[in-house]
């Protein structure tokens, strides 16, 4: 029996490995908690923190430079001239006095409160980070009231930052009677001014630009993260700010005329105006900046995050059903998914729980072969709420822990059976044995640590004078009992320990006379069969595959185990050198 081929695409099944993959859905899985999960030891923690920006390059994302063809910006309501924003409050009484001089000279000319549009276009970036990761906040996650979930904190620290703008056009909304006659269009449409070639640098010297954003993440009542941005801290009003532009201003034509005279705005004159007034300009641009970051920014992520991954994180693909050979097309391919389930933040470690399904989308129908049957249900109905037990000393060694579940490995053991996949396998000196019932992985503690036992029922032909004694063929079942190890390449191995002889049990309706001696010298058999492989290594696995990468990183395993609800652990390491 092909046993090595069906766990080794258990790996698969988790989308651990990468490979073209196809949309599939079903309508009614079978789910079963905490298929697979991961823990991050402090240690793994910190690699994250440490490394966020090229871990991010790695699966092709870079933030130190960018590209936005355009960014468009209406204000929710008018400017109150009346009642200027702290930055501004200093030219109140200026403003007030030329409106009150514009509305004595102009009859009726009224300048409204202004409602600003603003279009840049082709904005380009490039900064340095002196730091860029990702932490815990611990203090947050109390203060959010939630349980199953996390706080995550991206933190950049940039020292230097330039941002090259082509162009800026305002326009007032407002007034309809600054208009000016769009030849194009043949309608008349609002003034616009137009800066060029802006460019805005901070650094290299001086404070640098801090910005710090959480990010509370909770699971939706259906499956799958919620994600939401919560208040964001800068120190953006601190920082000095450099600004130059292309001259001259791309300004609307104003021409004034009284009688015979005609005067037009003095454009030099206001590009003085606004070169004298260029810091306190600057200092207003990064207090609007800071609020905004603080007060709209994060419903404004929140609204790209949920735009962008409405599913929050469900995952859905294809897979090769274990123990198939050649070919195999997508419509016959098994179906699984995998959805965040579970969060855990502790001062040790981060724990993230997936919910999984396997499903076989092919008609189920009975088959005239012995045995044959399907299940719909997997081997435990109610799904585990047991969470895998990890001893912390051998966590803290480590940057993190995989978790597989037995519900899983049973579950994908089940369809494949029912698809009639490794039915029959051959044991050295007896006919081939043939399996009546799927196989059944269990890891329930009664074995030593590092162990599980494989439950088999099985039925074969007996030859000679023994087949007198039986009706054949013979039907019995038993445990075989497998140990996990790690291999010299870094994989994982699942080896025979032993069939354990106190377990066989003969089914009585294939056995004519003398059961006790039928069962004699089956034991004897496979006493001769444990002994075999207690000298010479007898694997059930050989290279269980593995993922052999987190996030395009490199990962090593560094040791297997299990524990007594029923799980795989895999303790891993990420490579400390590959950065």
């Known amino acids: 029996m092909r046993i090595a081929a ?45 490394n966020l920006e090229s871990i991010l390059f790695m699966n092709g994302y870079s933030f130190s430079t960018g590209v936005f063809p355009r960014w468009d910006y209406q204000a929710d309501e ?42 840049v276009e082709n904005i380009q970036y490039a900064l340095v980070f002196d730091r860029f990761s990702i932490v815990p906040d611990h203090a947050l996650l109390a203060e959010s009231g939630e349980r199953n979930a996390m706080v995550l904190v991206l933190e950049a620290t940039v020292p230097e930052l330039r941002i090259d703008v082509e162009a800026v056009k305002a326009t007032d909304l407002a007034n309809p009677l600054l208009k000016a006659f769009d030849h194009d269009r043949r309608r008349q449409a609002p003034y616009t001014a137009a800066m060029k070639n802006l460019a805005l640098q901070v650094g290299p010297t001086g404070t640098p630009l801090t910005v710090r954003v959480p990010v509370l ?34 300004l609307p034509l104003v021409r004034v005329s009284i009688g015979n005279m005609h005067t037009t705005l003095n454009q ?42 409405p ?9 090769d059903p274990p123990g198939s050979e050649g070919e195999i097309a997508d419509r016959d391919k098994f179906v699984w998914g995998l959805s965040p389930a579970i969060l ?43 969470r895998p037990r990890v001893p912390d000393a051998t966590l803290a060694a480590n940057d993190g822990v995989l978790t597989l579940s037995q519900d899983l490995v049973n579950r994908m053991l089940q369809l494949s059976y029912n698809r009639g996949l490794n039915r ?41 004078l023994g087949s007198v004694l039986v009706n054949n063929p013979l039907r019995m079942r038993f445990d075989l009992r497998i140990s996990l190890g790690r291999t010299a390449t870094g994989g994982m191995k699942m080896r025979m320990n032993e069939i354990q002889l106190n377990s ?68 891993v390491n990420l490579d400390e050198n590959f950065f």
């Open 424 to 464: 029959e396998f051959s044991v050295p000196g007896s006919n081939p044995i043939r399996l009546i019932e799927r196989p059944r992985l269990v890891i329930d503690g009664s074995s030593d640590y590092g162990q599980a036992v494989l439950k088999l029922n099985v039925e074969t032909e007996v030859d000679g």
């Open 268 to 309: 030099r004159a206001l590009e003085r105006q606004l070169l004298q007034k260029k810091d306190e300009l600057l200092r207003a641009l990064q207090s609007y900046l800071d609020g905004y970051a603080a007060e709209k920014l994060p419903d404004t992520l929140n609204e790209m995050i949920e735009a962008r991954m």
């Open 311 to 319: 599913h929050g994180f469900f995952e859905m693909n294809r897979m």
């Open 217 to 250: 993440l909770t699971v939706k009542e259906g499956g799958g993260l919620a994600t939401r941005v919560l208040d964001i801290e800068t120190n953006i009003e601190d920082v000095r700010v450099s600004a130059t532009f292309r001259q001259p201003l791309d």
């Open 344 to 386: 855990n933040q502790t001062g040790r470690h981060l724990y993230l729980g997936l919910t999984g399904y396997v499903e076989d989308p092919r008609p189920r129908r009975l088959s005239w072969m012995p045995g044959w049957s399907w299940d719909p249900a997997p081997d435990r109905t109610v799904p585990s709420t047991r």
């Open 504 to 571: 066989i049990v003969l089914d009585p309706s294939t056995i004519n006379m003398w059961e006790s001696k039928v069962l004699v010298e089956v034991r004897k058999k496979f006493r001769a069969f444990n002994h075999r492989i207690q000298n010479e290594e007898k694997l059930l696995v050989e290279d269980f595959r593995l993922p052999s990468s987190l996030f395009g990183m490199p990962m090593n395993l560094t040791e297997v185990s299990t524990d007594r609800n029923g799980f795989i652990l895999l303790y």
């Open 78 to 119: 008018a400017i109150d001239l009346d009642n200027l924003p702290p930055g501004m409050a200093q030219h109140q009484a200026t403003l007030n006095s030329a409106r009150r001089t514009l509305k004595n000279w102009l009859i009726g000319f009224h300048v409204n409160n202004p409602l600003f549009k603003v279009e």
């Open 6 to 50: 069906l766990l080794t695409s258990t790996a698969l099944a988790l989308g651990l490995t990468h490979g073209p993959s196809a949309r599939a859905s079903v309508e009614q899985p079978h789910l079963i908690e905490q298929s697979v999960g991961f823990y991050f030891s402090r240690q793994g923690q910190q690699y994250f923190a440490d």
